[in-house]
């Protein structure tokens, strides 16, 4: 669990994960997430299902109980973020978590002897395991994408893309609208089966099995809410709104190329999988099946929820432009006081995710700011710019813990020295002990 569990990036074990991204190419992101830290879970999986199975239920509710904790913990990360890279780091973070429930559930229910729900869950885990592959493969290249045309992936120091970015800011929208779980989308159709395994799960078992099953229903909702306003701030900030580059530069406009194709199908298989997601979902229900030693499993079904749920926001929104069109609502320039109207006066990423910032500050310790000049401050102080570094407690204790490793670590060399008189000792010992113990 801590070898897998670190390398896969769940909490506390997930420092390292933001730190690797923003250094990255775009290109190297996208596979370091997408297929890297899938390589970890595949670790997990054949340990609790082959190596060391049958294991205890507590197993899996444990397992549980850390998904749900990565998934909140992520999202809030990525919330108060305004590095692009290293927010979608974080929601790496998050959707490992949503993954990790899903063989949690899969292993408690196996440990039950609900084969049909051990089924579901790992199903889950898996259709979810391909579905943030897609979609936050997309979006590190979308943010590749920005960061060649603008130099940056600083939220507060970008704004007004889509005019420039013409192919690449509608296919971010779908990963973003994918990775925040809204149909019809791949990520909506993994995350409700997520949601059915772990309602199918929730009294099934003892009084701390509920208990931990219900509040991941709980996490998982407000993770997907939390997602969602996430990723609002992000694209509303980076491709809506005018421009905050400081300096005149021509305006480009994105041409059709290899890179926006590869992105483009990204994007599609996005839609696919959302749309139909019974092309991932039945040949993974065979290898589920062939995995837990059923004879057949039958493939869970997914209702026609999404295409519904994707006409209701469509059709509120015509019913408004319909409404204003009969009631005559006028257009008027947007009121700064008298002053004239400047990309300065646009919301923030600071701004837009300081309410949430506030409402969960009991998981952050007080921040800290560190000064950054652009230009000399000298002939140009008001170009003297601030960002907000946040240190959080699962940083903290990650530090603490990683800290106790190394000194550990560092004194454990002693019995490591290079003799090889002591390494005979260790081995006459180790022999002497395992016939003692076999007698």
Not at 210 to 224: E, H, M, N, R, W
Request: charged letters at 10%; a positive charge; one cysteine or more.
């Amino acid at each position: 669990m801590l070898g897998f569990g670190s390398k896969a990036g769940l909490m506390p074990l997930h420092f390292w994960l933001p730190r690797a991204h923003p250094v990255a190419p775009a290109s190297a992101s996208a596979m370091l997430s997408g297929a890297m830290l899938k390589v970890a879970l595949f670790g997990l999986l054949v340990v609790t299902l082959e190596l060391a199975a049958p294991g205890p239920s507590w197993w899996g509710i444990a397992l549980v109980a850390i998904g749900t904790i990565s998934a909140v913990g992520g999202v809030l990360y990525a919330l108060v973020d305004h590095d692009l890279k290293r927010l979608l780091a974080y929601h790496s973070v998050e959707n490992v978590g949503i993954i990790v429930i899903g063989i949690g559930v899969a292993l408690f229910a196996r440990s039950a002897g609900s084969s049909a729900l051990a089924g579901l869950a790992l199903v889950a885990a898996l259709f979810h395991t391909i579905n943030h592959g897609l979609f936050k493969a997309l979006l590190f290249l979308g943010a590749g994408t920005v960061n060649e045309v603008e130099g940056t992936v600083d939220l507060e120091r970008l704004g007004g893309l889509w005019g420039e970015l013409v192919w690449t800011a509608p296919f971010f929208l779908i990963g973003c609208a994918a990775i925040t779980g809204l149909p019809p989308f791949n990520g909506f159709a993994s995350e409700w089966l997520t949601f059915q395994s772990l309602v199918g799960g929730a009294f099934g078992g003892g009084l701390t099995a509920t208990f931990v099953l219900v509040a991941a229903i709980a996490g998982l909702a407000l993770t997907g809410g939390l997602a969602a306003a996430c990723f609002v701030k992000v694209f509303g900030v980076v491709f809506l709104g005018g421009s905050r580059r400081i300096g005149a530069r021509p305006q480009l406009r994105e041409r059709l190329d290899s890179s926006t194709v590869g992105v483009g199908l990204l994007a599609g298989l996005c839609i696919v999988l959302g749309v139909v997601p019974t092309l991932a979902v039945v040949p993974l229900a065979g290898v589920v099946g062939e995995t837990l030693g059923l004879v057949a499993l039958t493939p869970p079904t997914l209702p026609m929820l999404p295409a519904t749920l994707a006409l209701l926001p469509l059709a509120g929104a015509l019913l408004c432009v319909v409404m204003a069109a009969r009631r005559g609502v006028r257009s008027v320039p947007t009121w700064t006081c008298g002053s004239p109207v400047t990309a300065a006066a646009q919301y923030t990423a600071t701004a837009f995710s300081k309410p949430l910032l506030t409402v969960f500050a009991f998981v952050l310790l007080p921040q800290r700011q560190r000064r950054y000049e652009m230009g000399s401050s000298r002939w140009f102080p008001e170009r003297i710019l601030y960002r907000t570094e946040s240190r959080y407690v699962v940083d903290e204790v990650a530090r603490r813990f990683a800290a106790l490793v190394l000194r550990f670590a560092r004194r454990s060399r002693l019995v490591q020295s290079g003799s090889l008189r002591i390494y005979l000792a260790y081995a006459v010992a180790a022999l002497i002990v395992t016939v003692a113990l076999a007698r």
